[in-house]
Nanobody, 121 residues
Framework: QVQLVESGGGLVQPGGSLRLSCAASGSIFSINSMGWYRQAPGKQRELVAIITSGGTITYADSVKGRFTVSRDNAKNTVNLQMDSLKPEDTAVYYC???????????????WGQGTQVTVSS
């Protein structure tokens, strides 16, 4: 069993900052990638940022230069620093982990429960 616990969402004014954190726990043998997706009302879930165990990072074009993803491999945590927030960043943000649970040899995707980010004046 693998659990993801997110924190850090909330309400912020345009131009402000928020930091999201996600901690993975349970029977995790190894993690291939960690990151964040988001889903706005009436829209599909989309990638925000992903970081692999080797440090390769992928950002959505819409957040490049404003968001920064970081990862602590030893603690199995991933953070998302969000700066210069815009109203269009309003969404539920989901932590995502792709990894192998013990004792499986196959990796699986895991999702957090989601945390609301609202950017509004």
């Amino acid at each position: 069993q693998v659990q993801l616990v997110e924190s850090g969402g909330g309400l912020v004014q345009p131009g402000g900052s928020l930091r999201l954190s996600c901690a993975a726990s349970g029977s995790i043998f190894s993690i291939n990638s960690m990151g964040w997706y988001r889903q706005a009302p009436g829209k599909q879930r989309e990638l925000v940022a992903i970081i692999t165990s080797g440090g390769t990072i992928t950002y959505a074009d819409s957040v490049k230069g404003r968001f920064t993803v970081s990862r602590d491999n030893a603690k199995n945590t991933v953070n998302l620093q969000m700066d210069s927030l815009k109203p269009e960043d309003t969404a539920v943000y989901y932590c995502h982990v792709y990894g192998r649970p013990y004792p499986s040899t196959t990796p699986y995707p895991y999702w957090g429960q989601g945390t609301q980010v609202t950017v509004s004046s």
